[in-house]
């Protein structure tokens, strides 16, 4: 019998390890343009799905401008409107900056490095 606690036991202990990883929060983006077909972005690890002007992931990272940036990249250049899930937004300066530009220069002025 004690071969089979054993096993049981492995059995809880291995679930408690693999519930975590299904938990991950679903983080959305909306981008500027839509895109003309479905398309795939693979950033931090993170796999997006794209569709018209939204992309969907299943992230384990939060919502910051170092993730919106890699996905900016690794998108070539699709410029972001939203980013983050339903609890962790960007705000609209982090938005700016993950496109590469300030406020100020999104709003026509001159941006001071």
Do not use: K
């Amino acid at each position: 019998m004690s071969a089979l606690r054993s096993i049981v036991a492995a059995a809880v202990i291995s679930a408690a390890f693999v519930a975590p990883a299904f938990a991950r929060d679903v983080y959305t983006i909306r981008l500027a343009q839509p895109v003309s077909e479905q398309t795939r972005v693979i950033a931090l690890n993170t796999i997006w799905d794209c569709e018209g002007e939204t992309c969907v992931a299943r992230a384990d990272h939060g919502a910051n401008v170092r993730s919106c940036r890699s996905f900016v990249r690794e998108s070539n250049g699709l410029r972001i409107a939203s980013y983050g899930s339903a609890e962790d937004q960007l705000n609209a300066d982090e938005v700016a900056r993950c496109n590469g530009e300030t406020l100020q220069a999104s709003s026509g002025q001159a941006a001071n490095n």
